[in-house]
């Protein structure tokens, strides 16, 4: 089976916990990646994006992403939105449903996004976390430290690969000279070849 490039564009701005700021960034972040990767001159990904959907519906489409993916698949999970540690230092991925009292089963944690990962076909995986704390992500793993971005270097080899807005301790600050927040202006440049210029 010929290889695929599937990408899974998952934004939330949008929360019923009230402790959860809406945040202006992921919206925009998510449709001008989506239309990079979606570009056959530039990425030519297979492009899903979900926007404001609580946990269970995005679950259940990484489970599905993970769960679809070929071997020679090169998958590609970006995620822009607030990122929350419980009282142990886990991350989790906030949805419009989460409940920072109840994370554990109103979010995505890290470890299962790790684990649908480990369990994917795919030897080639790529995740972006834009959001806070997402070098904590994932826990156990040690961290290597690049000034560059070599996701062009990653869709050519094997592995996984992943790129994230902050440490495990720190808040994932939006650049104050664009609408985008951390990681987004990286990966345009990451996956857009010389002469066009980033979104």
Known sequence: ???????????????????????????????????VLKDEAIAGFDVTMLVN???????????????????????LLYFTGHGVKDDEGRLYL????????????????????????????????????????????PAGRTAKADEGVQTLERFQGKGRAVLTASDAVSTARPLPWKRS???TPSSDFAVRPAGKAPL
């Open 1 to 35: 089976m010929a290889s695929r490039r599937r990408a899974l564009v998952v934004a939330t701005y949008e929360y019923a916990d009230g402790g959860l700021r809406r945040l202006a960034a992921p919206q925009h972040d998510a449709e001008s990646f989506a239309e």
């Open 53 to 75: 959907q609580p946990h269970y519906v995005v679950g259940e489409a990484i489970a599905d992403f993970y769960g679809a993916a070929g071997r020679e698949d090169l998958t």
């Open 94 to 137: 906030a949805m419009t449903n989460t409940r920072r009292e109840a994370l554990m089963f109103t979010a995505i944690s890290g470890a299962q996004l790790n684990d649908a990962m480990d369990a994917s076909r795919s030897r080639r995986k790529v995740l972006i976390l834009d959001c806070c704390y997402s070098g904590a992500f």
């Open 181 to 183: 927040s951390v990681c």
